[in-house]
T-cell receptor
Framework: QKEVEQNSGPLSVPEGAIASLNCTYS??????FFWYRQYSGKSPELIMF????GDKEDGRFTAQLNKASQYVSLLIRDSQPSDSATYLC???????????FGQGTTLQVKP | EAQVTQNPRYLITVTGKKLTVTCSQN?????MSWYRQDPGLGLRQIYY???????DKGDVPEGYKVSRKEKRNFPLILESPSPNQTSLYFC???????????FGPGTRLTVL
């Protein structure tokens, strides 16, 4: 089992729809969780972080965390073609300093 | 402007010719790390540093060296590059391993 698992996709949604991206992780010690967006050939950039169980909303983005299930998700409402990118899930390090990123989910938003 | 810089951005070299990719940050971050990104394999950590003079192996350290003599700089050294090190490399920095990572623009390395 991979330490951080994401469906690689591509996930294709029509413009205006809700895109749902999922991530599971194996390190129960992780306390912080990050979602990065990466456009092709560019560097990753942070779009959301979450520390506590439940939901966190920021504009069109909602991150959901369930530590008991070791599951974190990202919802993108009213998806736009500019949201087409790869989304990387990254738990923070529990104690070693080592970081593991998910392989990323490629999202395609079709006009 | 707060940023992470990497140089060079593009490099084509030959097998066995030692090279260094520089990384510098101006945010006074304690934590720095190097990643390589390959199609289908995602972003994999090569080495990380939690503070000056403290470095440790990530998931794919073979064939790489790093040093952290100053807080702002974290160079990646390939003593004897091989074609399987052809990849896109990212340097990143953050306050700690539990904070947002700020990434450099990337270095695309080709080893012939």
């Amino acid at each position: 089992q991979k330490e951080v698992e994401q469906n690689s996709g591509p996930l294709s949604v029509p413009e205006g729809a809700i895109a749902s991206l999922n991530c599971t992780y194996s390190d129960r010690g992780s306390q912080s969780f990050f979602w990065y967006r990466q456009y092709s050939g560019k560097s990753p950039e942070l779009i959301m972080f979450i520390y506590s169980n439940g939901d966190k909303e920021d504009g069109r983005f909602t991150a959901q965390l369930n530590k008991a299930s070791q599951y974190v998700s990202l919802l993108i409402r009213d998806s736009q073609p500019s949201d087409s990118a790869t989304y990387l899930c990254a738990p923070g390090s529990s104690n070693t300093g080592k970081l593991i990123f998910g392989q990323g989910t490629t999202l395609q938003v079709k006009p | 402007e707060a940023q992470v810089t990497q140089n060079p951005r593009y490099l084509i070299t030959v097998t066995g010719k030692k090279l260094t990719v520089t990384c510098s940050q101006n945010m006074n971050h304690e934590y720095m790390s190097w990643y390589r990104q390959d199609p289908g394999l995602g972003l994999r950590q090569i080495y990380y540093s939690m503070n000056v003079e403290v470095t440790d192996k990530g998931d794919v350290p073979e064939g790489y060296k790093v040093s952290r003599k100053e807080k702002r700089n974290f160079p990646l050294i390939l003593e004897s590059p091989s074609p399987n090190q052809t990849s896109l490399y990212f340097c990143a920095s953050s306050l700690s391993a539990n904070n947002e990572q700020f990434f450099g623009p990337g270095t695309r390395l080709t080893v012939l």
